[in-house]
Structure formats: structure tokens, C-alpha cells
């Protein structure tokens, strides 16, 4: 298990803290880029890594996104997704919602995306587990998500709340742009997979 944090449920702390929390199972792997006049290149998963672990690959989807799309809150009782921006910048925010975990309520904020492009945007992958809400909204004027997935798709695993939903508290801004699906609540029908 990953460290333990005291549980937080006074919202303003959540959200003072929320840049450097670690939410139980959240994995952040900081990648290296290696430039030279051509441009660079960057590894990003490896099956390998303890982070993804062999056998957890099912689906690996694109998405491109423009200015001020937000998409959220979205999570999962089975899948666990691995998140990777590589053009353009998203603010990508974690809300724990599993009862029995030790950082239960907590949040993470992390912007993602090309730092030479970007101040502030962070070469990362992002381990989402089960339970976890996920939401993002491009920072900049288009963005693409790559997202693999240990699942292939499935509507009975995928849930939603509303991306202004109180549950979560957090702030997209005035211009968010969504879709219907993303201003409803859409609990799953699977089998929630606990925390180990």
C-alpha cells in the first residue's frame, strides 16, 4: 500500500493540500524525455513497470480535447486507468471516494502536459485505480489525452457524477464546457472491486 494520509474533510484543506496529496493507490511516474535537434523522445510504460504490472493492458484510447473542456466526474469499480498527456495542457484532478481507504475524501490536483510548451504542466503518467473520480479540463488551446486502460469498455463499469457535484467541491471555472452525460449521475451496476 502506498503512504498513509491523515483523512481530510475540512474542504479548504483539502483543496490547500490537494497539489501534493497521494491518494492510496495513485501512482504518479515522472517521465524522462531525451531531446536533441530533432525533437525527443520519451518512454512512458513499460509492462515492466510495477506501476502497470503484466496482464493490465486492455484498451489504449485517444482523446482530443479543446480549450476549456471539462470532463469529469468520472470512476470505475473494476478498471484502472493510466493517463498521459502529451500535446497540449489539462489540469487533471483525483478525488479519493472509497470509504475503507486511508486517504478516503482526499484530492489531487496535477497539471499535465509538455513543460517546455507549458509552465507549470508536468511530463507525467498518472495511475488512476478503482474508486478513484477523474475529471480534467484543457488548459490550453487543444489538448490529447492517451489513456490506457485494464479493461475493454464497459457501461456497466463506468460511473458519473455531475463535474460540479458537491461531493467533490472543486471549481472548473465559469467557461466549462460539457457534455449531458457529464451534468448527470450515472452509478454503475458491477461489482465494486475493493481496495486491497
Same mark, same amino acid.
Given at each position: ?11 479548504? +484543506?483539502?483543496?490547500?493540500?490537494? =497539489? +501534493? ?28 513497470? =510495477?506501476?502497470?504490472? +503484466? ?5 489504449? =484510447?485517444? =482523446?482530443?480535447?479543446? !480549450? ?10 473494476? +478498471? ?26 482526499? !484530492? ?28 480534467? !479540463? ?59
Amino acid at each position: 500500500m502506498g503512504a498513509a494520509v491523515e483523512q481530510l474533510t475540512d474542504e479548504d +484543506q483539502m483543496n490547500a493540500n490537494a =497539489s +501534493q496529496a497521494i491518494i492510496e493507490g495513485v501512482i504518479v511516474k515522472e517521465l524522462k524525455s531525451h531531446p536533441d535537434p530533432r525533437g525527443y523522445f520519451r518512454e512512458v510504460v513499460r509492462v515492466t513497470d =510495477s506501476f502497470f504490472g +503484466q496482464g493490465s493492458f486492455a484498451q489504449w =484510447s485517444h =482523446s482530443k480535447m479543446a !480549450k476549456d473542456v471539462v470532463k469529469a466526474w468520472h470512476y470505475h469499480h473494476v +478498471q484502472t486507468d493510466w493517463w498521459y498527456c502529451p500535446i497540449g495542457k489539462i489540469q487533471t484532478v483525483l478525488f479519493d471516494n472509497r470509504p475503507e481507504s486511508p486517504t478516503y475524501r482526499l !484530492k489531487m490536483v496535477i497539471d499535465m502536459g509538455d513543460s517546455t510548451e507549458f509552465p507549470g504542466a508536468r511530463e507525467v503518467c498518472v495511475k488512476i485505480p478503482p474508486g478513484v473520480l477523474h475529471g480534467c !479540463k484543457v488548459l490550453s488551446a487543444q489538448a490529447h489525452l492517451f489513456y490506457i486502460t485494464s479493461e475493454i469498455y464497459n457501461p456497466s463499469d463506468e460511473g458519473r457524477f455531475p463535474y460540479n457535484s458537491p461531493l467533490v467541491g472543486h471549481d472548473w471555472g465559469d467557461n466549462a464546457l460539457t457534455v449531458e452525460n457529464d451534468r448527470r449521475e450515472i452509478p454503475p451496476t458491477s461489482a465494486r472491486k475493493p481496495l486491497k
